[in-house]
Every structure is written in structure tokens, then in C-alpha cells.
């Protein structure tokens, strides 16, 4: 089991919180993670985070829709059993494209929601009965909470943290295994 | 900011005027050289020589009288094949004038209703883009008066139901001549157009009163406010009402009933599709300091969403009308699918699927190149929108884009960009007085 110490410095304010992290970042401090009770705008880009790719994933996994709902009504509707159902031309698929377009549609968009939906539980590590990895109860109510990890320079990065506003700053044995 | 129309732009939409003005003439001159049945039997024989599956194409649509939506009516009244011709490639170049026409009025008009919304939705980022907005509005009264002109001149080579021997022997049209009648068609035209250019003209003078007064003074900015609401709603009203007179009664024996929506997505996307490409521009040369990015970001999103929007409309119109299949419906689009194959269908590839796959990406929506090229091929696409709503009931099979077509473009194009960039430089590029002009000149997405 190995241990290491990291330092939590609370804050109340997120346009504080904001600053810090500006500070933080500019006297090269690595942040391991921050906790904030709501989106704070611009946080990420403060952090330097990259940005998401989800998107990319949405747009691939509607493609993949398409593709199989294209795929299976051209296999029931027009190669398997080619009916004459009310008049409508099953001869070829584009023939009777229009009558297949709703559904080409609503599939495009289910996929593209749901995949991505689990893609984004997937990659955050959420699913029911997940044990939380709350350092702190009240960063999910009006605390914000940023986590250093400490490398035997405690003393400065206290006073550091103290002068960007912190109204507490505690130093944690965190367990690497817990959660 | 200030901004003056150049001496160059204005002798060069001056050239295109003229250019075009030179196209139109050869359109009614080339087309009146068939004066008479006889010079169209020989037309027809000629054509018939150039190959067999031509010959066997004129053959076909003729046989077929399905195909003729706007000649059907002709053919019934015992008008032979050569005289129907005849008549279709006289129609040919007024309803090429009025395409050009329509369209070019068309923008003015959407981007006058987005406008409209601008204020009456408070939005906080678009104030900075309304000088270049009022500017395209300038071009409705004229545009609009010159659409009306058009119609009147041409009379039943548009209007198959302003001929009164037609409507004598038509009594599908004779059912209709309550609200399709010429008095009737002249004095709707002049309410809707009157009430748009009211609009323009107090939207205006209002916005320019707003710059000049007390900068806590806002009477001016809530009389905007009032005015763009109850334009909103004349201009639902009327705007429906216009596309039945102006675009739907070319084929009188045809109704749909969300016609009036598609044609306003189609003006709509266009009018945003010209803000941004003159926002562009004038940017390019530096007028617009306070136009930042997010701003193009913004127009990008609505030229994107709003080209879908009109898909929608219009896969909705087709796809109910192909699916019951009822015989007095369907004939307004087996003309088009047989007859403008490639312009009704192309016209969807380039108002959607362009629109769709080059600006979902959210960084390219940034890209001045970028916005503007979706904006050349999303202007195209809705051109051809307009030519097939247009041109299937008057020039039927026998169309084509030439010399009057794009001579009309010309003409109209050049004289948009005179009355716009004129409009432009009449007022300073920033609505300074504005309540919301902070907020947008900060505008960050």
C-alpha cells in the first residue's frame, strides 16, 4: 500500500479559486484535482486541461447509426422479403428512401446520444453503487477544494496557498488504493 | 466606425447591373425569335434529329400528361403540344427575372425578420452586427417593389390564373378567383410590402435616435423593442400570405399547407448567410473592430441550424406529399423529379449536406474562409430553391440557367449591393446607443 501526501486548500469564493489556480499554475505546481460544487466557467481552460473529445465520439457513433439502420431496412424492406406493401416501390432502397428516413434519423440521433451518454460514464468512472471520492462533504454544497500533491515542500506551498485566499488548508496521507 | 461605398464596389455592381441588364434583353429577344406554332414545329423537328433518346424523352412527356403541372391545364383546353411550347419558352425569361427578383428580396426579408427577433428576444450578443443588418433591410422596399412590378408586367407568363380565357374554361382556378384575382393580388402585395418597409423604416429611425440620446435614456430602444414584437406577428401573418400569392399561385391548381414555413427558412437561412458574409467583408478591412469571432461563431451556428431547419420543411412537404401519393398533390413533384431532376435534388446536397458536414465542427465555425465558402454554396443551394419553385410551372421541361438567369442574378445582385453598402454608409458601423452593446462588444462564446 503506498502512501504519499497531498495538500487541500479550501476555498469559498470560485473567482478566488480562479486566481489560485492562475497562481498555482504560474509557480509551476502541478494541481492533481479540484472539486467544486457546480461548473465554474473557464475552470478548465485555467487548468490547462485538454479539451474533450466527446463530441468526435458523438458524430462517429451517429455515423454508426446511420449505417445500421440504412443496413437493416435495406435487408428487411428491399433484399429479404420485397412486399408490395400499400403501392410502395421496394425495387430499391432509394426508391423507398423517404418512407425509411424517420428512421434513419431517430437511429442516427439514438446512437449518437446513447453511446456517447455511456462513453462519458465510462471514461468518468460513474455507475450506480460507486463509492463516492468526495474528499470533503461540502465541496458538493459551497466549497471549492484544490488538491497539490506535496514533494517535501509543505512549509512553501502552505504559505502559497494561504496568500491566494485559502480559508484552510489541511495536508493529507492520501491512499493511493482507496478509492 | 464609418464606412463609405467605394467608387470601386459601386462601378463594379454598376458592371454587373449592366452585364445583367444585357443577359435579360438577350433572354426576351432569344426567346421571341419563336413568334408563332410554326417556328416551334420546326424547333421540334430540329430537336428531334439531335438523337434518339431525346427524341424518344419529348416523346415521353408528351405522351404523359401527368408531367405537364403547370401545362396540364393548357392541354386540357385542346392547346396543342406546339403552342404549349411556345408558350413555356415565352414564359421562360420573365420567370427568370422574377426568380432573380424574388430571391435577392428574399434576403433583404429574412434578415429584416432576424432583426426583428434580435430585439424582441433582448439577445445580448448581436447588437454589434445591427448597422450591417439595417443595411440589408434598406433593400426590401425597392427589392419588393421591383418583385410586384415584375409580376404585374408579366402578367399570365407567371400567373396562369391572370389570363381570363384560361380561367373562363378552368373551373378549378374559377373556384379560387375570390382571393386569386389581379386587384385582389396587387392590393395584398402592397399591404405586406408597406408594413415590412414601416417596420424597416421606425426600426431604423429608432436605432439611429437611440445613438444620439442620453445614454440613460432608453425610449428609443423600447419603442424598437414594441415594434419589432408587433412586426413579428404582421410579419408571420403576411409573410405566409405572400408566399401563396407570390410563389404557390404559380401553380394554381396546387396547395400545401406549410408552404408559407419553408419558403420563410429558405429567406430566413439566406437573409443570416448575407449578414455574415458582409460582416466578413467588412471586417476584412478592418471596419469592424468589435466584431470578434464568437460573434461569426454565432451567425456560423444559426446558418447551420437554420439550413437544417429547412430541410426539415422541406422533407416534410415532400416526404407527405410522395408517401399518400394523391394525384392533385403529386404532380408538383413528379414535374420537378422528372423535368429539374438535378437542380431539386442537388439543391438538397448543397442546402444540407454541405451546411451540415462543414459546419458541425465548432472551430471551423471560426474560420472566416470557411463561413464564407458554406455561405457561396448554402446562397446557391437556396437560388435553385427558388428556381424550381418558380420555374416548373412556367418554363416546364424547357428550362435551363442561361444567359437570362444569370443575367438576372447580375442585375439583381449588383443592385443589392448598391442599395446595401449605400445603407451602409449612412449611419456609423456601431449602434452605440444600445442598451445590450456592452454586452455584445464583450461577446466571448
Known amino acids: 500500500m503506498e502512501t504519499s501526501k497531498v495538500i487541500h486548500a479550501i476555498y469559498t ?5 480562479m486566481n489560485a489556480v492562475k497562481t498555482v499554475r504560474s509557480e509551476k505546481h502541478h494541481i492533481e484535482e479540484i472539486y467544486t460544487p457546480f461548473p465554474v466557467h473557464g475552470l478548465d481552460k485555467a487548468m490547462g486541461l485538454a479539451p474533450t473529445r466527446l ?14 439502420a440504412i443496413w437493416m431496412m435495406d435487408f428487411i424492406m428491399i433484399k429479404d422479403w420485397p412486399q408490395d406493401i400499400g403501392g410502395k416501390p421496394s425495387f430499391s432502397f432509394l426508391e423507398n428512401l423517404p418512407a425509411f428516413v424517420p428512421i434513419m434519423f431517430e437511429l442516427t440521433v439514438f446512437f449518437s446520444a446513447h453511446l ?5 460514464y465510462m471514461r468518468s468512472r460513474l455507475w450506480p453503487f460507486k463509492s463516492a471520492e468526495n474528499p470533503d462533504p461540502r465541496t458538493t454544497d459551497d466549497h471549492f477544494l484544490m488538491e497539490i500533491t506535496v514533494r517535501n515542500n509543505e512549509e512553501a506551498l502552505a504559505t502559497l496557498l494561504k496568500s491566494t485566499g485559502a480559508v484552510e488548508i489541511n495536508i493529507v496521507d492520501k491512499n493511493e488504493d482507496a478509492h | 466606425m464609418e464606412y463609405k461605398i467605394s467608387n470601386r464596389l459601386r462601378i463594379g455592381a454598376i458592371i454587373l447591373m449592366v452585364l445583367g441588364a444585357l443577359g435579360i434583353g438577350y433572354g426576351f429577344m432569344d426567346s421571341h425569335q419563336y413568334q408563332n406554332v410554326d417556328d416551334v414545329k420546326e424547333l421540334l423537328a430540329s430537336e428531334s434529329h439531335h438523337g434518339v433518346s431525346h427524341d424518344a424523352e419529348v416523346a415521353g412527356s408528351h405522351g404523359d400528361s401527368e408531367a405537364h403541372a403547370g401545362g396540364e391545364s393548357v392541354e386540357e383546353h385542346g392547346v396543342s403540344h406546339e403552342e404549349h411550347v411556345l408558350h413555356q419558352i415565352h414564359n421562360r425569361p420573365y420567370s427568370a427575372l422574377y426568380v432573380g427578383a424574388l430571391f435577392f428580396f428574399f434576403i433583404a426579408l429574412g434578415a429584416l425578420a432576424f432583426y426583428a427577433i434580435q430585439f424582441a428576444s433582448q439577445a445580448g450578443w448581436s447588437p454589434v452586427l445591427f448597422r450591417v443588418m439595417e443595411a440589408i433591410t434598406a433593400y426590401v422596399l425597392p427589392g419588393g417593389l421591383l418583385v410586384l412590378l415584375i409580376a404585374f408586367v408579366a402578367d399570365s407568363h407567371i400567373f396562369i390564373w391572370m389570363d381570363e380565357s384560361v380561367v373562363a374554361t378552368d373551373t378549378i382556378i374559377q373556384n379560387k378567383t375570390s382571393w386569386l384575382n389581379k386587384t385582389g393580388f396587387f392590393i395584398r ?8 418597409a414601416l417596420y424597416r423604416h421606425f426600426a431604423v429611425k429608432f436605432s439611429v435616435a437611440q445613438d444620439l440620446a442620453d445614454i440613460n ?4 430602444f423600447k419603442k424598437s423593442f414594441r415594434i419589432a414584437a408587433g412586426f413579428l406577428v404582421f410579419y408571420i401573418y403576411t409573410e405566409s400570405m405572400m408566399s401563396w400569392d407570390w410563389i404557390m399561385s404559380v401553380d394554381p391548381h396546387w396547395f400545401s399547407t406549410l408552404f408559407g414555413w419553408y419558403v420563410f427558412a429558405s429567406m430566413f437561412v439566406s437573409g443570416i448567410t448575407v449578414i455574415a458574409l458582409i460582416t466578413i467583408f467588412l471586417k476584412s478591412k478592418g471596419l469592424l473592430p468589435f466584431v470578434n469571432d464568437s460573434h461569426l461563431h454565432d451567425l456560423a451556428k444559426f446558418m447551420f441550424g437554420i439550413s437544417i431547419f429547412w430541410t426539415y420543411l422541406w422533407f416534410s412537404q415532400f416526404m407527405l406529399i410522395w408517401y399518400a401519393n394523391i394525384p392533385e398533390e403529386v404532380v408538383y413533384f413528379v414535374t420537378r ?8 435534388f442537388g439543391m438538397v446536397a448543397l442546402n444540407f449536406l454541405f451546411p451540415l458536414l462543414l459546419l458541425m465542427n465548432s472551430d471551423f465555425k471560426r474560420v472566416p474562409w470557411f463561413v464564407v465558402l458554406t455561405g457561396i454554396v448554402i ?3 437556396h437560388y435553385l430553391d427558388v428556381y424550381t419553385m418558380i420555374m416548373p410551372a412556367t418554363a416546364g421541361e424547357r428550362w435551363f440557367i442561361g444567359a437570362p438567369e444569370i443575367g438576372s442574378i447580375l442585375f439583381f445582385g449588383g443592385l443589392f449591393m448598391l442599395i446595401v453598402f449605400t445603407a451602409l454608409g449612412k449611419n456609423p458601423l456601431l449602434a452605440k446607443g444600445n442598451p445590450f452593446i456592452k454586452e455584445s462588444e464583450h461577446f466571448h462564446y
Open chain 2, 337 to 344: 423529379i422528372e423535368d429539374y431532376n438535378l437542380p431539386f
Open chain 2, 189 to 196: 402585395g402592397i399591404i405586406y410590402l408597406a408594413g415590412w
Open chain 1, 13 to 17: 469564493d470560485d473567482d478566488v479559486l
Open chain 2, 217 to 220: 435614456d432608453n425610449r428609443n
Open chain 2, 379 to 381: 446562397l446557391f443551394g
Open chain 1, 55 to 68: 463530441a468526435i465520439t458523438a458524430f462517429l457513433y451517429g455515423c454508426l447509426g446511420l449505417a445500421v
Open chain 1, 116 to 120: 456517447m451518454v455511456i462513453t462519458f
